[in-house]
Nanobody, 118 residues
């Protein structure tokens, strides 16, 4: 059973918007920092954004002011709102969960592909 399930990826034009969702079990969601990572072929997976249980957020410099991470405690779901997307945002986006702020968690989703056309 996959602990985290992403959805919402797809094809979007540069300058457009997309919202990714990550559904988790209640126990994983309520006890872990939730984050979004992305990876392109040939490169390491990189942190895009993370949100603590208390709602504290952090973002990669490349997405600050354009992306917003949020969590819905009633739905055990974390979102990544992507606005003003650029072709360089094209990647597979992965949801991640772990207990420690600033460290990659052990739980991963299978990823969702985001393609931004120019």
């Amino acid at each position: 059973q996959v602990p985290l399930v992403e959805s919402g990826g797809g094809l979007v034009q540069a300058g457009g918007s997309l919202r990714l969702s990550c559904a988790a079990s209640r126990i994983i969601f309520s006890t872990n920092v939730m984050g979004w990572y992305r990876q392109v072929p040939g490169k390491q997976r990189e942190l895009v954004a993370a949100i603590s249980i208390a709602g504290i957020t952090t973002y990669a410099e490349s997405v600050k002011g354009r992306f917003t991470i949020s969590r819905d405690n009633a739905k055990n779901t974390v979102y990544l709102q992507m606005n003003s997307v650029k072709p360089e945002d094209t990647a597979v986006y992965y949801c991640n969960a772990g207990p420690n702020w600033g460290r990659t968690g052990l739980y991963w989703g299978e990823g969702t592909l985001v393609t931004v056309s120019s």
